[in-house]
C-alpha cells in the first residue's frame, strides 16, 4: 500500500464529485419519497432515509479500501473473484430467500445481500481480464464465444431467480465488445431483433412476415438496380389481389397484396437468365426462413413462456390499454347496432365483458403504476412542488417510490429543472468514465472501463425510460440514487475499481 498523499493526488477528483452528488441527491429524495412525520429526524435509522445513510458510509468505506489496494490485486484476482461470485448465484438459487417472486437474496439476520448486484462488476472483471490476454483478437469465433460465456453465465444464474430485470443488464456488455472491435453488423442485427420483436407484438406474426419479406425482396431487387422487376410485379399482382378482393375472396386487402407481390418477384427474380449468381437466392431463402422462425418464436415465448406479469408490462408499454377501450366502445356500437339476433348480442356482451376484465387487470398492475408516475412526474411543472410537499408522493400512489420508482420523486417536487440537473449529472458521469477509458494504457483498465459507463448507462436508461413509459417495468434501480445497501454497494465497487485503475494508468502497460 502506497502513502495516503500518493493515492489522493494521482485519482480523478471530477468522478469522485459526481459520485458524492448523486449518492446525496438519492438520499435527499428518498427521505422525500418516505417520510414519515412520527419518524421526521433523517438521521433515523429505523426509517429508510436512516438505513440508507449507514449503506452511504459503508459505501465510502468499501471506496477508501478499495483506492487502498493496489491495482494489480484487480488485475490477477479478477478470475477468482468471478469465480466466486458465480458460487453466490448457484447458493442464492439453492438457500436464498423470495423477495417480490424473486428468489435472490441472502437473509442474514435482519439484513439482506442481493450477489446478483455484484456479479456486475465481478463479469467486468472477468471480460477486461479475458479481452487483455495476449494473441486475443475480437475477430476470432473462439474469441466471440468465450466473452459471450463470460457475459452469459451470470446472466443465465440471475435469470433463474426470476429476476429478469438484472438479467436485461448484460445486453449492456455489447457494447464493450463492440469497442474492442465486434463487428457492427452484430450490433446491427441485435437492434433489427429488438424492433422485429416488438412490431410482432403489435400486428401479430403473419403480418410481420410478410411484410419483412416482400421489403427483402424490394430492397435486393433495387440494389441490383432493376427497377424495372420492381414495377412490373406491382402492376401485375395489383389486378390479381383487387379481383380476389372485389370478389370478397379476401378481407385483408393490404397484407394479401404484399403476399402476392412477394410471389410474383421471387419468381421473377430467380427465373431471370441475367441473374447468374444464384447462391445468393439461396442464402435469402435460408435468411427468410431463419426470421420466419424467430418471428414465430417470438409469438410463442410472449404466449407460453413469459409469466403473466411479464407480459403485462410489456402490453402496458405497448399501449394495449388504449387498445383495449378502443375495442370496447366499437362492441358497444355494435352491440346497440339495429338487426342483430340475441346471439350475436350475447357473444358481443361476452367478449365485452372479457375485455374489461383484462382492462381492470391491466389498470391494477403495471399500467398504473406508470400512470401514477407520469402523473407525479407530469405536475411538478418546470420549478417542482417543493421539497416534502408532492401530493403523488406524500400519499403512496406510485409503489415502490424510493427504489425504482424514485425518479418520479424527483420530478414531482423539483420539477424539469431538478430532473435536468440530474440527468446532466450523470451525462458528465458517463463522458467522463469514457473519457479516462480511453486514455488508458492497460487494455485492461480501457474494457473495464468502457463495462463500467455501458453498465451505468444501461440502468440509467431503462429507470428513466420505465418512470416515463418509454420502457417496461423490469425492476432495475437508478445507479446511487435509489434506496437499497446491495445496489449502492455495487456500483460504489465498480465505479472505484476503475478510478484506482486510472489513478495508476502510467504504470501498468497491459
Not at 400486428?203 to 427497377?227: E, S
Not at 399482382?237 to 410474383?264: C, D, P, Q
Request: hydrophobic share 50%; aromatic share 16%.
Amino acid at each position: 500500500m502506497r502513502s495516503y498523499k500518493n493515492i489522493l493526488g494521482k485519482i480523478d477528483w471530477s468522478i469522485v464529485l459526481l459520485y458524492l452528488i448523486l449518492i446525496f441527491v438519492g438520499w435527499i429524495n428518498i427521505y422525500a419519497a418516505v417520510y414519515n412525520e412520527d419518524h421526521h429526524s433523517i438521521f433515523d435509522i429505523s426509517q429508510r432515509y436512516g438505513k440508507q445513510l449507514m449503506w452511504i458510509g459503508l459505501a465510502l468505506v468499501i471506496a477508501f479500501v478499495i483506492l487502498l489496494v493496489d491495482s494489480q490485486f484487480f488485475t490477477s484476482f479478477a478470475i477468482p473473484i468471478y469465480a466466486i461470485v458465480l458460487l453466490s448465484l448457484v447458493g442464492v438459487l439453492l438457500f436464498g430467500v423470495e423477495t417480490n417472486g424473486a428468489r435472490s437474496w441472502f437473509k442474514l439476520g435482519g439484513f439482506k445481500l442481493q450477489p446478483s448486484e455484484f456479479a456486475k462488476f465481478a463479469t467486468s472483471l472477468a471480460l477486461a481480464k479475458y479481452l487483455s490476454a495476449l494473441n486475443i483478437k475480437m475477430k476470432d469465433v473462439k474469441t466471440k464465444v468465450l466473452a459471450a460465456v463470460i457475459i452469459g453465465l451470470p446472466a443465465v444464474l440471475i435469470l433463474l431467480q426470476n429476476d429478469t430485470g438484472s438479467t436485461l443488464v448484460y445486453a449492456a456488455f455489447i457494447f464493450v465488445l463492440y469497442r474492442e472491435g465486434l463487428s457492427g453488423n452484430i450490433l446491427l442485427f441485435g437492434i433489427l431483433a429488438i424492433l422485429v420483436f416488438v412490431l410482432t407484438l403489435i400486428f401479430g406474426p403473419v403480418n410481420i412476415i410478410l411484410t419483412a419479406a416482400f421489403a427483402y425482396i424490394i430492397i435486393y431487387g433495387l440494389l441490383k438496380y432493376d427497377v424495372k422487376t420492381t414495377f412490373i410485379a406491382l402492376v401485375a399482382y395489383s389486378g390479381l389481389v383487387y379481383a380476389f378482393f372485389y370478389f370478397e375472396l379476401i378481407s385483408n386487402i393490404l397484407y394479401y397484396s404484399i403476399a402476392g407481390g412477394l410471389f410474383f418477384l421471387v419468381v421473377y427474380l430467380i427465373t431471370r437468365k441475367e441473374m447468374r449468381d444464384k447462391s445468393i437466392h439461396y442464402i435469402g431463402v435460408v435468411i427468410f426462413v431463419l426470421t420466419c422462425f424467430y418471428i414465430f418464436s417470438i409469438d410463442f415465448a410472449f404466449n407460453k413462456v413469459l409469466k403473466e406479469h411479464q407480459r403485462t408490462r410489456i402490453t402496458v408499454l405497448l399501449g394495449e390499454e388504449e387498445k383495449l377501450v378502443e375495442q370496447i366502445e366499437t362492441l358497444k356500437i355494435a352491440r346497440d347496432a339495429e338487426g342483430i339476433s340475441k346471439e350475436e348480442k350475447q357473444k358481443i356482451r361476452d367478449d365485452i365483458g372479457a375485455k374489461r376484465f383484462s382492462l381492470r387487470e391491466l389498470r391494477q398492475g403495471n399500467g398504473w403504476n406508470i400512470k401514477q408516475s407520469l402523473i407525479a412526474i407530469g405536475s411538478g411543472g418546470f420549478t417542482g412542488k417543493g421539497f416534502l410537499d408532492g401530493t403523488q408522493t406524500k400519499f403512496n400512489f406510485v409503489p415502490e417510490q424510493s427504489t425504482d420508482f424514485i425518479f418520479c420523486t424527483i420530478g414531482e417536487e423539483w420539477g424539469f429543472l431538478g430532473t435536468f440537473f440530474l440527468v446532466c449529472i450523470y451525462i458528465a458521469l458517463f463522458l467522463r468514465i469514457l473519457f479516462l477509458a480511453e486514455r488508458q494504457r492497460s487494455i485492461f483498465s480501457r474494457v473495464y472501463g468502457y463495462a463500467v459507463a455501458s453498465i451505468l448507462f444501461f440502468h440509467f436508461l431503462i429507470n428513466i425510460g420505465m418512470t416515463i413509459g418509454l420502457a417496461p417495468v423490469i425492476g432495475i434501480p437508478l445507479p446511487f440514487i435509489s434506496y437499497g445497501g446491495s445496489s449502492l454497494w455495487s456500483f460504489t465497487i465498480l465505479l472505484f475499481i476503475f478510478i484506482k485503475l486510472d489513478s495508476e494508468r502510467l504504470l501498468v502497460l497491459r
